[in-house]
């Protein structure tokens, strides 16, 4: 699974909240790499919860 987030992020904070082990948000979410397995049902879950779509899933 391959995480990105793009340019329309607003840093609500929204991913970090439902999946804190891959995403940390300071002035705009990054994806922790190295955590994505394991962790991919909250992934989506962050991702349709995104209230800017700013979370991409390949």
């Given amino acids: 699974m391959n995480v990105s987030i ?5 840093a609500c904070g929204a991913c ?6 891959v995403f940390k948000v ?3 979410a990054e994806v922790q790499h190295d ?3 394991g962790h991919e049902e909250c992934i989506k879950v962050a991702a349709t919860s995104c209230p800017v779509s ?3 899933i390949e």
């Fill in 35 to 37: 955590s994505i397995e």
């Fill in 6 to 10: 793009n340019d329309s992020c607003i």
């Fill in 54 to 56: 700013a979370i991409e």
């Fill in 26 to 28: 300071d002035d705009i």
């Fill in 16 to 21: 970090e909240s439902i999946c804190k082990d």
